[in-house]
């Protein structure tokens, strides 16, 4: 059993895991997908989790964001600890805590923009806060393209709408799973833009899973995963950093 | 190609689940259909050669009233004589009327139109060879019956008990000499049978020693066509001879007319099975082809022709078609099997034999299974065939043109349109004609509005989604709008429940409409309380009459005696009535004149038939009698017509003298204080509680008169439950389908909040937006048809007018939203049970 780097301030935390592991299987065929990973996601950070394929990036999003179960460790959503929560409880915690984007298939096709953007809060029940709603709105530049059903707009402007939904429910935190992986760069460039603006303007809280290092450098630090660990973090990232910092990871894992 | 098909169909097993149980079903009612009506023929036919079996010639005399006042029938002389012919070793004659016994609380055992009297033949041993004892013996004296088994069963009689018999005399009582088993039709057809003496009979049913018929038998080997024209030189000339075998043949061949009705309704049922099939299995291969695009169109690149395609699915069909037809024809055999159990369940006796397991039936179940499944599958197949090679590269999914739904639209526009112009044109015109135009339209319209259905859904499924959106929040929103993302599929699934609802609706509103004519007619044309009348439908006896009248607590009563006059060169059906009472009894309304003149042996004659000949109160017409007597009758009043008389009303008495026996229908009669039971109780009694006699009040009236409705109403509503069954099925196979292609989306769903219950109940609700959807096309379709229908009767029924039973629609619909719910549980706990994140990242 190794030590993993901890990392740890002393601001608001939104979202903690502790000594987080998940093992796949039993026996011969076992793999650990998350070896023990202790990592804050602290409010108001825009982080991102990269990592080559197989390193249990996106393994560590879904745990963190209760779409996982995991073998053992602590995951906490602001005071709520995840682990003893039956599929229900954790259901309501996504609806009302967390928010999501995708990479596809973010948007119902059958509802408009607006209705997509306000889903979260028509399952909870619950009436939609107006002005923020409105905010929200017109900050990601939809006022013009609420009415249309996503198979009206073009890729860029769909995952807009779902930044929207993830914003418009005021979640305490937001996780992306690759949500620019379908986009081409311009669009995705757009999309990270407003991720970081909410981050700065709105003090939202966001976790984005990546691989692209263009992406990463839009957050405020991105952590590295390798084989379930965490073996490296970054702060204030550039892209050229991030890239130089893969490639190392690369080149040990060929060597060793 | 062959193999391909092959691996296809094992790799779709569940989903061709639902198109193998839809093909087998309709399949099983096919083969069950003609498999039963096979056995059941042959076991007739056999019974019927059995029952003539040592039966050389028959002898059968129906005289005309003219000649029947000198020779009612066979004598005993006649019998006689052919005793003594060459080869004759026996003659049975006999001779029948009507008979019944009551149970113990006095009904009457068996249908009243199948209790049956006969006479006690005995041959030279002391037999009857018509009926076998299994305890006592035949009655031969004239204070003795004999009873079939049955009627003896149910009515807990034992030999030597005395049982009351009701002939259309008064009832008497006999002493029971014996029970027997015979193969009777009365008895097979549910009904009873009393056998008298033969003297007691006659007296009974003609006239001392004279019979109806006679059987003839005679040595092995004797030439019965040569017999048959000896006999005919002994009997009346009005008799008629037949040989037994030929006699048999013509038995079999009216048994299996009979069954042609039976044969015909459960042909219908495999047929609604069959056609509603067709949508369930069209529909199954159009997503099996559309989620199969990429395969497809791989093949199309590497170089299979588009007939080849097209080919392959069609030997999918036909293969599923081959497995469904082969437990279909199996199940068919079961359905056979029990059919006769239940016809037995419900007294209709059917003899015993072995199943017949023709060629034919086998032959129909396969062909009807694989062609009907290789039709629906066409299309679909033509459609694989269309998907471009390049398809296989592009991961965007093939979705359903919208394009091809403008030539659809206006083909279902063209056919609904001409259809509902027919049945416009038949509504006005009326009649049997104007039925013929509603047909014809309504198949028609039926075949448009399922073309069109696609179309209705949008609209339809929009005033519906309101409600449910108020009442189930997200989930019922999104299954609203989930259930029009696909018209074509959400039409072919409704349209199962639609046809059947269209049907059954249909037939509610005629039948609610008919039935409160009937009631009106009822409440307005008899001022009377009670109507008496034969429970065998024949003719009530003038002692019956003569009680009624004496009968305390009785203020008014009279008979509609069934008269027939000859006035002008053509015979007109008159009702012989008791002047002074039929006015208190029935409503008439008079024209002119007046009905108390009926009392001076003068007639009344009804508006029309006095317009059609000329005549008016106070003319004086030359008539003829039944007897062929000729007279002079006065016209004393001109009323309206009647539905409980006929247009001519005489003095009974006037009648009587030349119609020997008297046919007297009904006897309708008022009491003090109206229909109680004390006053019901009073009139059985003064007739002798006489279980064949039948008192009704209006609520019987009624009913009696509604009756075929209410049974063919019964019919469709067995129809109703074979395509609910195939609904459900079609339900299933859509929802599964969708469930299937959605779980990116269910997938999504769950991640931002959705919990399990709302994922099951918005896909529960999706079912029954479109089983609802369904019922509400099929309800509205089936009330305009039932409207229609009800036009062309506005005529003949008086007091007609449109009634919608809303209890039994309502009822329609709580049925259709429950197959929503029946058919969802699957899909909706596979929805549920999704993993989020597999399905998040399906592609």
């Known amino acids: 059993m190794t030590t993993t780097p901890t990392v740890s301030r002393a601001t608001a935390v939104a979202a903690r895991a502790a000594e987080l592991t998940k093992v796949y299987g039993h026996g011969e065929t076992q793999v650990v997908a998350l070896d023990h990973v202790t990592v804050d996601f602290r409010q108001g950070e825009f982080t991102a989790i990269m990592g080559p394929s197989g390193s249990g990036k996106s393994t560590l999003m879904h745990c963190v964001a209760g779409l996982d179960s995991f073998s053992s460790g602590s995951v906490r959503i602001g005071e709520t600890e995840l682990s003893t929560l039956k599929d229900k409880q954790l259901t309501q915690l996504r609806r009302d805590k967390i928010g999501f984007i995708f990479q596809a298939f973010n948007l119902l096709p059958t509802l408009t923009a607006l209705e997509n953007i306000t889903l979260p809060m028509d399952i909870a029940g619950r009436k939609a806060d107006q002005q923020w709603v409105q905010q929200v709105i017109d900050m990601l530049g939809l006022s013009g393209r609420l009415k249309h059903r996503p198979a009206e707009l073009s890729g860029g402007q769909q995952q807009r709408v779902a930044v929207a939904r993830a914003l418009a429910s005021r979640p305490e935190i937001i996780f992306g799973d690759e949500p620019t992986g379908n986009l081409d760069s311009r669009s995705g460039a757009e999309v990270l833009g407003f991720l970081r603006n909410s981050v700065r303007e709105l003090g939202q809280t966001v976790v984005m899973v990546t691989h692209d290092a263009v992406a990463a450098s839009y957050a405020d630090r991105v952590i590295f995963l390798a084989d379930g660990r965490i073996v490296d973090e970054m702060l204030r990232p550039t892209a050229d950093g991030v890239l130089d910092r893969m490639k190392a990871f690369d080149a040990k894992g060929r060597t060793s | ?843």
Not at chain 2, 733 to 755: C, K, P, W, Y
Not at chain 2, 783 to 791: K, N, T
């Open chain 2, 1 to 843: 190609m062959f193999r391909t098909a092959l691996r296809n169909v094992l790799a779709h097993k569940a989903r061709l689940l639902m198109t193998v149980l839809a093909v087998m079903l309709g399949v099983a009612f096919v083969s069950g259909t003609l498999v039963f009506t096979d056995t059941l023929s042959q076991a007739f036919r056999n019974q019927s050669a059995k029952s003539y079996d040592d039966v050389a010639v028959a002898v059968e005399m129906y005289p005309n009233p003219e000649e029947a006042r000198k020779t009612p029938g066979l004598s005993q002389k006649v019998v006689d004589e052919l005793a003594k012919l060459d080869g004759v070793t026996s003659v049975a004659p006999r001779v029948d009327g009507f008979a019944g016994v009551p149970d113990r609380n006095g009904r009457l055992i068996g249908l009243g139109w199948a209790n049956k009297g006969a006479n006690f033949t005995p041959g030279k041993d002391g037999k009857d060879r018509a009926y076998a004892f299994t305890a006592g013996s035949g009655p031969v004296e004239d204070t003795q019956i004999a009873l079939d088994r049955d009627t003896a069963d149910k009515g807990g009689y034992r030999v030597g008990d005395t049982v009351r018999v009701a002939t259309n005399g008064p009832v008497k009582e006999y002493t029971l000499s014996g029970v027997f088993t015979t193969e009777d039709g009365a008895v097979n057809a549910g009904g009873s049978l009393v056998v008298f003496d033969t003297a007691v009979a006659q007296k009974l049913y003609l006239k001392p020693s004279y019979f109806q018929n006679l059987t003839v038998s005679a040595t092995p080997g004797t030439d019965a066509d040569r017999l048959v024209d000896e006999v005919l030189k002994v009997v009346p000339k009005t008799a008629t001879a037949r040989t037994g075998t030929a006699l048999a043949d013509q038995q079999a061949k009216d048994i299996e007319a009979g069954m042609g009705t039976l044969n015909q309704i459960l042909l219908g049922f495999a047929g609604i099975a069959l056609f509603v099939g067709i949508f369930l299995i069209s529909n199954t291969f159009t997503m099996l082809v559309a989620q199969r695009t990429k395969e497809l169109a791989l093949m199309r690149a590497v170089g299979a022709s588009r007939r080849q395609i097209t080919r392959s699915v069609l030997a999918e069909a036909g293969l599923v078609g081959l497995v469904a037809s082969a437990v279909g024809y199996v199940l068919g055999i079961g359905l056979a099997v029990g059919l006769r159990s239940a016809m037995s369940a419900f007294e209709m006796k059917v003899p015993d034999g072995d199943l017949v397991l023709g060629t034919t039936p086998a032959v129909a179940a396969l062909a009807v299974g694989v062609l009907i499944t290789m039709l629906a599958a066409w299309l679909p197949g033509r459609r694989a065939a269309k998907i471009p090679p390049v398809a296989a590269m592009s991961s965007v999914h093939a979705t359903a043109s919208t394009k091809s739904l403008v030539v659809r639209n206006s083909l279902g526009a063209a056919l609904t349109a001409i259809g509902v112009v027919l049945i416009f044109l038949g509504a006005g015109q009326g009649g049997d004609e104007g039925r013929m135009f509603i047909a014809g339209g309504a198949f028609l319209t039926l075949i448009g509005v399922i073309v069109l259905i696609p179309m209705l859904s949008r609209p339809v499924i929009a005033v519906i989604r309101p409600f449910f959106v108020k009442a189930f929040g997200v989930s019922g929103k999104l299954a609203g709008l989930n259930a029009v993302r696909n018209p074509r599929r959400t039409g072919a699934t409704a349209s199962a429940l639609a046809i059947g609802l269209t049907l059954v609706t249909g037939l509610s509103v005629l039948g609610a409409t008919v039935g409160t004519a009937l009631d009106k007619v009822t409440t307005d044309q008899i001022k009377a309380d009670y109507m008496v009348s034969m429970a065998s439908g024949g003719s009530l006896s003038p002692e019956a009459l003569a009680a009624l009248e004496k009968a305390p607590g009785v203020t008014a009563v009279s008979p509609q005696q069934a008269a027939a006059l000859e006035i002008g060169g053509d015979y007109v059906s008159a009702s012989g009535v008791t002047p002074g009472a039929v006015e208190k009894v029935l409503k008439l309304t008079v024209v002119n004149g007046s009905l108390s003149s009926l009392g001076e042996g003068r007639i009344a004659v009804e508006e029309k038939v006095a317009a059609k000949r000329g005549l008016k109160v106070g003319d004086t017409v030359p008539v003829e009698y039944l007897d062929k007597q000729k007279g002079k009758l006065t016209v004393g009043a001109v009323y309206e017509g009647s539905e409980f008389v006929s247009p001519v009303l005489i003095d009974r008495k006037l009648i009587d003298a030349h119609e020997d026996p008297a046919e007297i229908r009904e006897i309708f009669v008022s009491t003090e204080g109206g229909a109680s039971a004390a006053n019901e109780r009073a009139l059985s009694k003064a007739m002798g509680d006489n279980p064949a006699i039948t008192v009704m009040d209006h609520k019987d009236i009624r009913d009696s008169f509604g009756g075929p409705i209410n049974m063919m109403l019964n019919i469709m509503y067995g129809l109703l439950g074979m395509a609910l069954i195939i609904a459900i099925l079609g339900v299933v196979n859509t929802l599964a389908m969708s469930v299937f292609e959605r779980q990116q989306e269910i997938g999504m769903l769950r991640a931002i909040g959705l919990d399990r219950r709302r994922v099951k109940r918005m896909v529960r609700l999706e079912a029954v937006v479109i089983s609802v959807f369904g019922a509400v096309v099929g309800i509205g379709l089936g009330s305009f048809l039932g409207w229609a229908i009800g036009e062309t009767f506005k005529n003949s029924l008086p007091g007609y007018a449109l009634v919608l039973p809303w209890d039994r629609i309502g009822l329609f619909l709580l049925l259709a939203a429950l197959v929503g719910v029946l058919a969802s549980l699957w899909p909706a706990r596979s929805a549920a049970k999704l993993n989020m994140l597999s399905a998040i990242k399906a592609e």
